[in-house]
C-alpha cells in the first residue's frame, strides 16, 4: 500500500500538478525513489521487482554501472553543441552497423520515440514519387502522441479530426479477428486485405508499422502475415518503415523484431532501450534511402537535442553492454522461460483471455469470461495495483498487462515475479467473485 511519505508528496504536488498521467501511474500511486537493477525502491522503503523496465526503457535494468558513469563523465566534459560531432559518434556509428542488418547502414540520432517517427515521415515525404502522396498504417497502431504520429493512425482529440492522408490496414489481432475468421483457417485474411489496400495502391508511398504492436497489447503476428505483405510492398515501390521504437535493441530475442518476423524494413525507428531510459532515438535506413538529395538538405536530421552527448554516451554504453554480454540470447532464453510459465498461468486462470509475446515483452488479456471475450479492465487493474502491494510492477493499458522485464533479470528473479503475478491473479479474482 502507498505509505504516508508517499501520500504526503503525491498531496503536494497534486496541487500545481497537471492531470492526465498514465494510467498505471494514476491507479498505482507510487512514488518512486531509487532504482537498482530488477529493483525500484519507493519514498516509504518498499521494493518492487519491475516487470515493466521504467516504461520498457531499461533493458540493463536501473542505473546500469556502466551507463552511470558513461554519463557522468560525459556530463563533465560537454553536453550540447547542436548536431556537431563528438567525439563518441564515429563509433556509435560503428556499433550500430555491427548490430543491425547490413543494409540498414545509416543514422541519424534524435531524442524520443515520437521525434524519430516525424522524421521518418519527413523522409517519406521526401522521397515519395510524384503521385504517391499517401501513407499506410495498421489499426490499433501507436506511434506517438504528436501531430505527425496522431494522423497515421486516425488519432482523434476532442472535436479536432486528424486523419490526414494516411490508409489504415488490418492488424493481425487474431485473438479478436475484425473478420470474424479463425487462424490459421482464415488464410491470413488481413494480410490479404493490407496487400489491396496499401501495398498495391499507386499511389501509396510507405507502410508504417510496429511488427509487433505494443501499445495495442503485444499484438503478435502470426506466420505469414508479413511475409505477404513485405513482399507486396517491395515489388510495388512502397517502402517498409518499421517503427521499433518498444521492440529495438533485443526486447523480442533478436536486435530488431523485424529480423525475427523476416521484415526487410526500408528504415527503422529505435529509442526506449537504446540509451537505458535516457532521451535517445535513432532512425536507421538503407543508404539509398537516407542518401538522396532530397535528404541531404542542411537541417533535415537536425534538432535541438539530436546528436546530444549525453544521449550518445547512454546509447553506446549500452549497445556496448548488450553486445558483449550477449543479453539478447539471454533475452530468448528467459522468453522460453516466461512462455512456460505463463502458459501454465492462462490454464489455471479462466480469466485470461489470451497470453502472447516473444522474448521479454508479453501481453496478458483479461476477459469476463473465455466464451464471450468481453474485456475486463477493472479486473486487470485490480491485479496490476494488487501486484504492486506485493512487491511487483507491471505495465497496465486497459484490459492488457504488460510484462517486459529487464534483460538482465535473474531466472530466481524471473521465478518470483510470476509466482506474484499469479498471487496477484488469484487474490483479484476472489475479491471480485
Given at each position: 500500500?502507498t505509505?504516508?511519505?508517499q501520500?504526503d508528496?503525491?498531496a503536494r504536488?497534486?496541487?500545481?500538478?497537471?492531470p492526465?498521467a498514465?494510467?498505471?501511474?494514476?491507479?498505482?500511486?507510487?512514488?518512486?525513489?531509487?532504482?537498482?537493477?530488477t529493483?525500484l525502491?519507493?519514498a516509504?522503503?518498499?521494493?518492487?521487482?519491475?516487470?515493466?523496465?521504467?516504461?520498457l526503457?531499461?533493458?540493463?535494468?536501473?542505473?546500469?554501472?556502466?551507463?552511470?558513469?558513461?554519463?557522468?563523465a560525459q556530463?563533465?566534459r560537454?553536453?550540447?553543441?547542436?548536431?556537431?560531432?563528438t567525439a563518441d559518434?564515429?563509433?556509435l556509428?560503428e556499433?550500430?552497423?555491427a548490430?543491425?542488418?547490413?543494409?540498414l547502414?545509416t543514422?541519424?540520432?534524435?531524442?524520443?520515440?515520437?521525434?524519430v517517427?516525424?522524421a521518418?515521415?519527413?523522409v517519406?515525404a521526401?522521397v515519395?514519387p510524384a503521385?504517391r502522396?499517401?501513407?499506410?498504417?495498421?489499426?490499433?497502431?501507436?506511434h506517438?502522441?504528436?501531430?505527425?504520429?496522431?494522423?497515421?493512425?486516425?488519432?482523434?482529440?476532442?472535436?479536432?479530426?486528424?486523419?490526414g492522408n494516411?490508409?489504415?490496414?488490418?492488424?493481425?489481432?487474431?485473438y479478436?479477428?475484425?473478420?470474424?475468421?479463425e487462424?490459421?483457417?482464415?488464410?491470413?485474411?488481413?494480410?490479404?486485405?493490407?496487400?489491396?489496400?496499401?501495398?498495391?495502391?499507386?499511389?501509396i508511398?510507405?507502410?508504417?508499422?510496429?511488427?509487433?504492436?505494443?501499445?495495442?497489447?503485444?499484438?503478435?503476428?502470426?506466420?505469414?502475415y508479413?511475409?505477404?505483405?513485405?513482399?507486396?510492398?517491395?515489388?510495388?515501390?512502397v517502402?517498409?518503415?518499421?517503427?521499433?521504437?518498444?521492440?529495438?535493441?533485443?526486447?523480442?530475442?533478436?536486435?530488431l523484431?523485424?529480423?525475427g518476423?523476416?521484415i526487410?524494413?526500408?528504415?527503422?525507428?529505435?529509442?526506449?532501450?537504446?540509451?537505458?531510459?535516457?532521451?535517445?532515438?535513432v532512425?536507421?535506413?538503407?543508404?539509398e534511402?537516407?542518401?538522396?538529395?532530397?535528404?541531404?538538405?542542411?537541417?533535415?536530421?537536425a534538432?535541438?537535442?539530436a546528436?546530444n552527448?549525453?544521449g550518445?554516451s547512454a546509447?553506446?554504453?549500452?549497445?556496448?553492454?548488450?553486445?558483449?554480454?550477449?543479453?539478447?540470447?539471454?533475452v530468448?532464453?528467459l522468453?522460453d522461460?516466461?512462455?512456460?510459465?505463463?502458459?501454465?498461468?492462462?490454464?489455471?486462470?479462466?480469466?485470461?483471455?489470451?497470453?502472447?509475446?516473444?522474448?521479454?515483452l508479453?501481453?496478458?488479456?483479461?476477459v469476463?469470461?473465455?466464451t464471450?471475450?468481453?474485456a475486463?479492465?477493472q479486473?486487470a487493474g485490480n491485479v496490476?495495483?494488487?501486484?504492486l502491494?506485493?512487491?511487483?510492477?507491471t505495465?497496465?493499458?486497459?484490459?492488457?498487462?504488460?510484462l517486459a522485464?529487464?534483460?538482465?533479470l535473474?531466472?530466481?528473479e524471473?521465478?518470483?515475479?510470476?509466482?506474484l503475478?499469479?498471487?496477484?491473479?488469484?487474490?483479484?479474482?476472489?475479491?471480485?467473485?
Open positions: 500500500m505509505g504516508p511519505r501520500r508528496l503525491l504536488e497534486a496541487v500545481h500538478l497537471a492526465g498514465s494510467e498505471e501511474s494514476a491507479l498505482g500511486g507510487r512514488v518512486f525513489t531509487d532504482g537498482a537493477g529493483v525502491t519507493d516509504d522503503g518498499n521494493d518492487y521487482l519491475d516487470f515493466a523496465a521504467g516504461t526503457t531499461q533493458s540493463l535494468g536501473h542505473c546500469h554501472p556502466e551507463v552511470v558513469a558513461a554519463l557522468t556530463a563533465q560537454l553536453w550540447n553543441v547542436h548536431d556537431f560531432a559518434r564515429a563509433e556509428c556499433l550500430l552497423a548490430l543491425l542488418p547490413a543494409e547502414d543514422y541519424a540520432f534524435f531524442s524520443t520515440g515520437a521525434e517517427v516525424e521518418a515521415l519527413r517519406v521526401a515519395a503521385g502522396n499517401r501513407v499506410g498504417a495498421l489499426r490499433h497502431g501507436f506517438g502522441k504528436t501531430q505527425g504520429a496522431r494522423m497515421l493512425v486516425h488519432w482523434d482529440i476532442g472535436n479536432q479530426s486528424l486523419a494516411s490508409v489504415l490496414g488490418y492488424s493481425p489481432y487474431c479478436r479477428c475484425p473478420l470474424d475468421l487462424y490459421p483457417s482464415c488464410g491470413v485474411r488481413c494480410a490479404d486485405l493490407v496487400r489491396r489496400h496499401i501495398a498495391d495502391k499507386p499511389n508511398s510507405a507502410l508504417v508499422f510496429e511488427p509487433v504492436l505494443g501499445a495495442a497489447g503485444v499484438i503478435v503476428p502470426p506466420p505469414g508479413w511475409e505477404r505483405i513485405g513482399d507486396a510492398c517491395r515489388a510495388n515501390g517502402l517498409l518503415v518499421a517503427d521499433e521504437v518498444l521492440t529495438g535493441g533485443g526486447r523480442t530475442g533478436t536486435f523484431a523485424s529480423e518476423l523476416g526487410e524494413p526500408d528504415l527503422v525507428t529505435m529509442a526506449k532501450g537504446m540509451a537505458s531510459g535516457f532521451p535517445f532515438a532512425l536507421a535506413g538503407r543508404h534511402v537516407l542518401r538522396q538529395p532530397e535528404t541531404e538538405r542542411a537541417g533535415s536530421t534538432s535541438t537535442f546528436s552527448p549525453l550518445i546509447a553506446l554504453a549500452t549497445l556496448t553492454v548488450l553486445r558483449r554480454d550477449r543479453l539478447v540470447d539471454q530468448r532464453v522468453g522461460v516466461m512462455a512456460d510459465r505463463l502458459a501454465v498461468l492462462h490454464e489455471r486462470h479462466p480469466v485470461l483471455g489470451d497470453v502472447r509475446g516473444l522474448g521479454l508479453w501481453g496478458l488479456e483479461f469476463r469470461d473465455r464471450s471475450r468481453v475486463d479492465p479486473l496490476y495495483r494488487r501486484a502491494d506485493l512487491g511487483l510492477r505495465a497496465l493499458g486497459g484490459h492488457i498487462l504488460r522485464p529487464p534483460f538482465t535473474r531466472p530466481s524471473l521465478d518470483r515475479g510470476l509466482d503475478l499469479d498471487q496477484a491473479i488469484t487474490e483479484a479474482t476472489e475479491v471480485g467473485s
